[in-house]
């Protein structure tokens, strides 16, 4: 059998240990992790000829390294690189959940998401063109109930094809952010191509924009790089930049930006449902 690594990654209570249990069944195991306390369980299943080797990761609202949960998240993507990254998103509340898609989307890794809890979205009579959705995100997205096993299986068919590369709404995105952003991650970018020794696991995009943001953990990272000064004296400069022309801070204004691509997205994809009040005249 092929082998196929999935890690799940959503907010917490979006639904990641409900799916894991129906896919991995009974092979469920602990796994430890060396001087953390988070913890991840792990499970396979074997699928029209491929394991899945399935990773249930604590759930995190973003990819910043502020808590234990977020740090094991942002480190287990890194250093265990999973293939194919299933984004756990809860259905009737998109807005929240998709800023975590924003991160994963920077960071260009092979990724799905699972529109769970869709009963919710039925249930609230509200639409969502998902699969419109999918393609403004370039990640396919799969609706599914977890507590029931509803749409598991074409979960798991479209995990295989991004696999496979040959999911046809998988494409590479950049959710585009302001000019004054843009210069500085542009600027950050062409810079990082001087050393050929960082990872090739890391987006540069990703890690320019963790670096505006300050990011804790992508500095730790970075750090230990001969070029770090240059990268830092850049940031810095674009900082500067960005603070005097907007008035805030690049973490302010890089969230908003990414809030406002999302309110964009759903705003031509998802149709609310009546409100009980409303009645004819
Ligand atoms: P986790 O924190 O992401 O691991 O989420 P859990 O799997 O623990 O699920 C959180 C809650 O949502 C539990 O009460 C589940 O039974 C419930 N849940 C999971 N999937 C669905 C779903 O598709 N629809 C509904 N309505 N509830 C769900
Ligand atoms: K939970
Ligand atoms: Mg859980």
Redesign the pocket.
């Known amino acids: 059998d092929k082998i196929i690594n999935i890690a799940?990654v959503?907010?917490?209570?979006?639904?990641?240990?409900?799916?894991?249990?129906i896919v991995s069944g009974a092979h469920e195991h602990v796994g430890n992790y060396a001087g953390v306390t988070v913890g991840a369980k792990s499970g396979t299943m074997k699928y029209k000829g491929y394991q899945f080797n399935i990773v249930?990761l604590p759930?995190t609202y973003s990819l910043s390294a502020y808590s234990p949960e977020e740090l094991y998240v942002m480190r287990y993507l890194r250093e265990e690189t999973p293939d194919v990254i299933v984004n756990?998103v809860v259905a009737s509340n998109l807005e929240r959940n998709l800023y975590l898609t924003s991160e994963l989307i920077d960071m260009n890794r092979s990724m799905v998401i699972a529109l769970?809890?869709?009963?919710?979205l039925e249930k609230n009579k509200s639409t969502l063109e998902y699969k419109q959705l999918g393609k403004m995100l370039g990640v396919p997205i799969v609706p599914?109930?977890?507590?029931?096993g509803?749409g598991i299986d074409n979960l798991l068919d479209t995990i295989i094809e991004v696999y496979e590369l040959r999911n046809p709404d998988t494409r590479h995105i950049h959710i585009k952010l302001r000019t004054e952003i843009e210069d500085g991650v542009r600027q950050l970018v062409d810079s990082f191509k001087i050393d050929s020794t960082l990872s090739p696991k890391f987006s540069p995009r990703y890690l320019a924009i963790k670096m505006l943001e300050k990011d804790p953990e992508v500095e730790r990272i970075l750090k230990d790089y001969p070029n770090y000064h240059e990268w830092e004296r850049i940031r810095n400069r674009a900082n500067e930049k960005i603070e005097r022309e907007l008035g805030d801070d690049a973490n302010a204004i890089i969230a908003a930006e990414k809030y406002g691509f999302i309110q964009g997205a759903l705003a031509e994809t998802l149709q609310n449902g009546k409100t009980e009040t409303e009645n004819s005249t």
Do not use: I, R
Not at 10 to 21: H, Q
């Open positions: 799940l959503g907010n917490p209570n979006c639904g990641k240990t409900s799916l894991f249990n249930d759930g756990v769970n809890m869709y009963d919710e599914t109930k977890a507590y029931t509803w």
